[in-house]
Every structure is written in structure tokens, then in C-alpha cells.
């Protein structure tokens, strides 16, 4: 299709190459919009890229994939854009959960009948609940399908969001407010009891650990309508899927289709400021990181897919103030310390699911390296050579002590050697299996992916940040869209292509 004329707010400026910033771009250009995407990095993805190591092909951050089925939001992105589908085998069981003090894991099975019996027999009495976010999952899934503009912040995204009501949708609005807490309270399924590791303490356990990896927070924290669909997303006919390749393909894909529809990508520029003029959005001045040469490039509208907190710093004064402090007023988010190891394939126990999840102790936090995230390559899927195999395990972490250490390195080393001597007791690390061994703290992030402070996964599904009281894709400067996991429906390669999807709704329909 090509450029058309930049007459009639048609330039679109978008910061970031992560997911989300590329499917708006790839989405905007196939529709003839001018478009120019910028990132400081030297490789596009953001936290769904990739590196290359001695033969070795590591997931920087994501490591699965929703979406991709029939329907699915990469499926429907991919068919707009005319493009292949990647190929992707699906995760079964999705996960497995291995709780303190337990040999034997809770597995995730994708089929639902599977799953059913799974936890009946792992969480005796534990039905009821299961069976609630069914009830609260199949409407709001139905309405998520119907692209909803959540939060709605003009006549036209209220529009949008009441053409996806059905009232099949009344069934999820007495728990807007609620929590998944609050919901376990109130059908007795509380751990009431700390000195009883069994029953209830360890449904709320596995609840804490499968929704901090998704809504970044623990159980007490998240809203019972985002934990619906992070906790059925697993199940056929949805899933979780495994990319052939790497993470990398999706980035990839993207980028071919908006440079075939004649966009422009460049990385190794970094985007210093956004400007305002009549009360809407300008332009936005560029660094090139390897001349130094900087300049203004206009724009009618500018997507930003980075961080609210990214988002101020580069409206700087002239950010709208009641903005600036609901940002500043939100808890600090999330940090991740990831380690990636290149390994003998003898390492890998048999029969070892693709992904795990480790909780070592009960009374330490669902963070640093009590709690351990485990991605284990397959044969033949692109990420190790012949014979050998890549686990990237990750943990929580706190943002503030990792630029607060006065020996960065020490405590940097003092975290590998604890996860290292954590992992092996799942997979055989001795010295002759491990062929490379590398760590990612808040501040790699910080610096490969220039998220502030190097906060990973948005910012946590409580009630007071999801869905409608999130930050909305169309911020209070007229022209300037968010995307990524700060807005609805939050992190995760799915999550952020709805909000792209979104953001390009609403630019067509301006």
C-alpha cells in the first residue's frame, strides 16, 4: 500500500518496537497511514526479544504465547496483516506447580476435562470457585471479543464499550470490586490456618503463584474478573502456545508487514521528548544513539508504547498534571531477575514439562529466589543445537535495592549462585552440563529495554488499576495513545495486541 500524502493526520510516530507498538504499527501502515517507529534498542520485541549466546537462542522475558488460535487475537492480527501464522505447538500442561516440600507437581493440563480432575483431586472442596470463574470467564471473554474500548474516555469509546454489553455481561458486574481474596473468604476456601500446610493453604498458594506471573500481584491484590481469564486462558479452545523459533518470530513477522506496507522501523534511536502544540500532540524529537544527530519529527498522532511512568518523563512539564500524579501515586511495580542457562540436554529430566513454577518455602515472599519461573527449551525448536537445551528461570524482585547496592556485581552473583543452587534440585547442573551461564537484574532491563527503573509486566491487576479504572489507550493530550501492558487488558504478548488493536480503532474511527 505504501506511504500516502501526510496531509489529513495521517503521520503516525510510534515509540517503542515492543509487541505492542509493532502491531500498531504494522495494523496502521497496512491502512495507508504514514508511519515511523523508533527504539533505542538494537533489536525490536522489547521484553519479547531475543539473544544469541554459543549456539544458544534465550527468550529475554515472555517465553509463551495466547492468541494464536482460531479466533485468537495473534490469529486474527496476523490474518488483517496477510500474514503466515507462526508456527507454534501448544503448551500441555501450560505449567507445572510445584509447591514446598512437594515431589509431585499440579499440572495445568490444556484439556479441560483433564484440568477439571486435576484440581479436584489436588484441592478437594475447591469446585465452587473453579467453577465461578468459568461462570465470570465465557461473558467477559465473549465481551472482550466484541472490542470493547475500556477505560471508555470519549463518546466514542462509550459507544464502543456499550455496543460489546450482552446480557450475558450482567453476570460479571457484582464483582467489579472484588477481589479473588475476597471471593475465597466468602466461600470459606480461606487459608485460615498457617500451621496447616494442607487444604486450603495450598489452593491460596498455587492461586498466589499462577497470578503473580500474570496479574503481577498476589491473589489478596488481584480483581477477580482479570484472575478469571488469567486462570482459564490455559484451556482449550484457548491455550498457551510455544513459538518454533523463538519469541523473536512475532517481532519479526511484525516488522516485515509494516516495512511491506511501506513503514519505516529504525532502532538505535531513542525518543527524548514528546511535543505538545494547541493542546495536542506535535511531534517528537529523536536521537540517533550512534551520530548523536538529533531532530524533530512531526507527527498527527504518536503511539507510545512504553510505561506510564516512560510516558510522563517524555511529556516532561508539559504533562498534564492530574496524569503526572496518579502515576506517581501508583505502588512501585515489579522487577525481574532472570537467569539464562545453555545446557547439555542430560540436564533436562525426562518427561519435563516446558514450563515450571517453584515455590521453596511457605513463609517467605512470592519473589526473589523463593519462587523460581522455569521455561525449558524442546528439541528441535530452534533455541539450543543438538543435544543440549536453554532454561530461563525467573524470580520477582524488588526495584529499589538493585539501584540502591553499593556492589552491584556481588549482589548480582549472590543471586545466580542461589537460583543455580535452586534449580539444581529439579535438573542436573554439575560443572561438565553447564555450557553458558548469564543473569538479567532491573537494571539489564533498564538498560536493553529502557522501561523505567526496569520494571517488568505493567502494573498489576488490582481492582483500582483494571479495566475500566485502568489507564486508558487515549491519554488527556488530544493525538497521544498509549499501548502495552499499562493498559487494558494488561501484560503479555495477547494483552498488548488488544491494546494496539484498540488503539487503531480509535485513530481510524478520529
Known amino acids: 500500500m505504501g506511504h500516502t500524502s501526510s496531509s489529513s493526520g495521517r503521520r503516525v510516530v510510534v515509540v517503542g518496537a515492543g509487541i505492542g507498538g509493532l502491531t500498531a504499527a ?12 523508533f ?9 519479547a526479544s531475543t ?29 488483517e496483516l496477510d500474514l503466515p501464522l507462526p508456527e507454534a505447538t501448544p503448551c500441555d500442561p501450560a505449567c507445572a506447580v510445584f509447591l514446598p516440600g512437594e515431589t509431585e507437581p499440579i499440572q495445568v493440563w490444556r484439556d479441560p476435562v483433564a484440568w477439571q480432575a486435576e484440581r479436584q483431586r489436588q484441592f478437594p472442596g475447591s469446585e465452587p470457585f473453579w467453577q465461578l470463574m468459568q461462570t465470570l470467564f465465557q461473558p467477559s471473554w465473549r465481551f472482550q471479543a466484541r472490542q470493547p474500548v475500556l477505560p471508555p474516555r470519549s463518546p466514542w469509546d462509550l459507544w464502543q464499550l456499550t455496543q460489546a454489553l450482552r446480557p450475558d455481561t450482567l453476570v460479571t458486574v457484582p464483582y467489579t470490586f472484588s477481589t479473588v481474596g475476597q471471593v475465597l473468604r466468602q466461600m470459606g476456601l480461606a487459608d485460615d490456618s498457617r500451621s496447616d500446610p494442607s487444604g486450603n493453604r495450598r489452593l491460596k498458594t498455587f492461586l498466589d503463584l499462577q497470578l503473580k506471573l500474570y496479574s503481577q500481584v498476589s491473589a489478596d491484590e488481584t480483581a477477580v474478573l482479570y484472575a478469571a481469564t488469567a ?30 506496507d511501506g513503514g519505516l522501523l529504525q532502532l538505535n534511536h531513542r525518543v527524548l521528548q514528546i511535543h505538545r502544540a494547541q493542546g495536542r500532540v506535535s511531534g517528537v524529537t529523536v536521537a540517533d544513539q550512534k551520530t548523536g544527530k538529533t531532530w524533530v519529527e512531526p507527527a498527527d498522532h504518536v503511539v507510545a508504547n512504553v510505561t506510564v511512568q516512560n510516558l510522563v518523563q517524555l511529556l516532561g512539564d508539559r504533562a498534564p498534571q492530574g496524569y503526572q500524579q496518579r502515576v506517581e501515586a501508583l505502588p512501585e511495580g515489579n522487577g525481574a531477575f532472570v537467569l539464562y542457562l545453555g545446557v547439555e540436554a542430560a540436564a533436562i529430566p525426562d518427561g519435563c514439562p516446558p514450563h515450571l513454577q517453584f515455590l521453596y518455602s511457605y513463609d517467605g515472599p512470592i519473589a526473589e529466589n523463593n519462587t523460581l519461573f ?38 548480582k552473583q549472590s543471586y545466580t549462585n ?31 529495554t529502557a522501561r523505567d527503573q526496569g520494571s517488568v509486566g505493567g502494573l498489576g491487576m488490582r481492582v483500582n488499576t483494571f479495566g475500566p479504572f485502568g489507564f486508558a489507550n487515549r491519554t488527556p493530550v488530544a493525538g497521544l495513545w498509549l499501548v502495552g501492558d499499562c493498559t487494558h487488558p494488561g501484560e503479555g504478548t495477547a494483552g498488548v495486541s488488544y491494546s494496539a488493536q484498540t488503539v487503531v480503532r480509535q485513530i481510524v474511527a478520529h
Not at 528441535?380 to 539501584?403: H, Y
Open 374 to 411: 522455569v521455561s525449558v527449551s524442546r528439541p528441535g525448536d530452534g533455541r539450543a543445537p543438538e543435544g543440549r537445551a536453554t532454561i530461563v528461570a525467573s524470580s520477582f524482585t524488588n526495584l529499589a535495592p538493585w539501584w540502591q547496592v553499593s556492589d552491584y556485581e556481588a549482589m
Open 26 to 37: 504494522a495494523l496502521l501502515a497496512r491502512r495507508g497511514y504514514a508511519v515511523r517507529v
Open 39 to 47: 527504539d533505542q534498542a538494537r533489536v525490536a520485541g522489547g521484553c
Open 231 to 260: 486462570l482459564s486462558m490455559s484451556q482449550a479452545p484457548q491455550g498457551l502456545w510455544h513459538l518454533q523459533g523463538s519469541m523473536q518470530v512475532l517481532s519479526d513477522s511484525l516488522e516485515k508487514a509494516l516495512v511491506r
Open 51 to 79: 539473544f544469541k549466546r554459543r549456539g544458544f537462542t534465550f527468550d529475554v522475558g515472555a517465553t509463551q504465547v495466547a492468541g494464536l488460535e482460531p479466533g485468537g487475537i495473534h490469529h486474527q492480527i496476523f490474518g
Open 418 to 448: 542461589s537460583a543455580l543452587q535452586r534449580l539444581a534440585g529439579y535438573f542436573d547442573l554439575r560443572a561438565e552440563h553447564l555450557i553458558h551461564v548469564e543473569a538479567a537484574t532491573p537494571r539489564s532491563f533498564a538498560h536493553f
